[in-house]
């Protein structure tokens, strides 16, 4: 039953993915709002809003790692050309590059739009936030406004359009949301844990994968764990390994997730060292889309895809934990 609503959500995504796709232009429109956004999730927001009122150009794109992205040729032109800037924010992006190009700009931190409306809500590990907010649409949703209030005041005279616009990808976003949360509830609770191989998906598991009473008492954490930390950029330590192995084993979990942007070898490590103890651990056949959305031929090419895609493979291997069945 799974399987078959996946691959009718993969080809529904497919055949839409060429419309909501944000892409360069070769020569500005001296009308349109130049915008340069740094990650496609951003993009994926921002178009929603600007539609045909803006060039969007993603500075970070295809399996490119945000945490450690360096400037190439070309970078530098595109922020050159930028009306406005709109980021993710709160640290995600933390190039000193970058950080430069983007000083004297117009510019929009989502993140950080988003963690003055409800900092209550934000994630934080060592006073460090966590960056991965997208991972739940019902949070990522809350960036709608602010960036429908800068084009208004960019452009006033399409004011209108872009509130009505930021008011339907609210309602649309809210919807998709639910979808998301009814999927990942069909799973047992006993199920509920979800091993990646970084720290992309604290949001994803506190929205989606926690229980109520979870979720209120801000106890939900351990149906969270990773091998690698927010940024997935440090050598992985023998410590980290025991502790991924022991939560494994605490909780008997018997799925864990790559990513499609980055290695397998933290988590294979961890289904080696299993084995030799006599439990069974399986790497999902399907990677996950964490801090990379998919290219423009894959079911991730938009935000929305990207998120429902997550939760359809979750939901799929999880509900099968009990017994360990192989896709």
């Not at 993009?43 to 399996?63: F, H, K, N, T, Y």
């Not at 406005?84 to 992006?93: M, N, T």
């Not at 989502?110 to 991972?135: C, F, V």
């Amino acid at each position: 039953m799974f399987i078959i609503r996946l691959q009718f959500l993969i080809l529904l995504l497919l055949t839409s993915c060429g419309t909501r796709k944000p892409t360069a232009v070769e020569s500005p429109s001296s009308d349109k709002v130049q915008v340069l956004c740094t990650t496609a999730q951003v993009a994926s927001l921002v178009s929603s809003v600007a539609d045909d009122r803006a060039d969007i150009v993603v500075l970070i794109q295809g399996e490119s790692d945000p945490h450690s992205y360096q400037l190439v040729k070309g970078d530098d032109e595109k922020f050159r050309r930028a009306e406005v800037i709109f980021y993710s924010g709160l640290g995600l992006e933390h190039s000193p590059a970058i950080t430069r190009l983007m000083a004297k700009k117009e510019k929009l931190s989502i993140g950080d739009s988003i963690k003055l409306q409800r900092p209550e809500l934000l994630i934080t590990y060592a006073n460090l936030p966590d960056p991965h907010i997208w991972m739940d649409v019902s949070l990522w949703k809350l960036g709608v406004k602010d960036i429908a209030d800068l084009f208004s005041r960019l452009r006033p005279e399409y004011a209108k359009e872009f509130q009505e616009r930021a008011k339907a990808e609210e309602e649309h976003l809210e919807k998709v949301h639910d979808q998301i949360k009814t999927l990942c509830q069909s799973i047992p609770d006993a199920y509920r844990y979800l091993v990646t191989t970084h720290d992309a998906f604290n949001y994803f598991t506190r929205a989606y994968l926690a229980i109520d009473d979870e979720r209120q008492m801000n106890t939900w954490q351990p149906r969270c764990f990773a091998p690698e930390g927010l940024a997935p950029e440090a050598q992985i330590s023998t410590q980290d390994i025991e502790k991924t192995v022991n939560h494994i084993l605490k909780y008997n979990i018997h799925w864990i997730f790559s990513e499609s942007n980055i290695s397998q070898e933290s988590i294979q490590r961890v289904v080696e060292v299993l084995k030799r103890k006599g439990h069974t651990v399986e790497i999902a056949t399907t990677a996950l889309y964490g801090d990379a959305m998919g290219s423009s031929d894959s079911v991730g090419c938009t935000y929305e895809g990207m998120m429902l895609f997550n939760a359809e493979t979750i939901t799929k291997f999880l509900r099968e934990s009990g017994n360990g069945s192989s896709y």
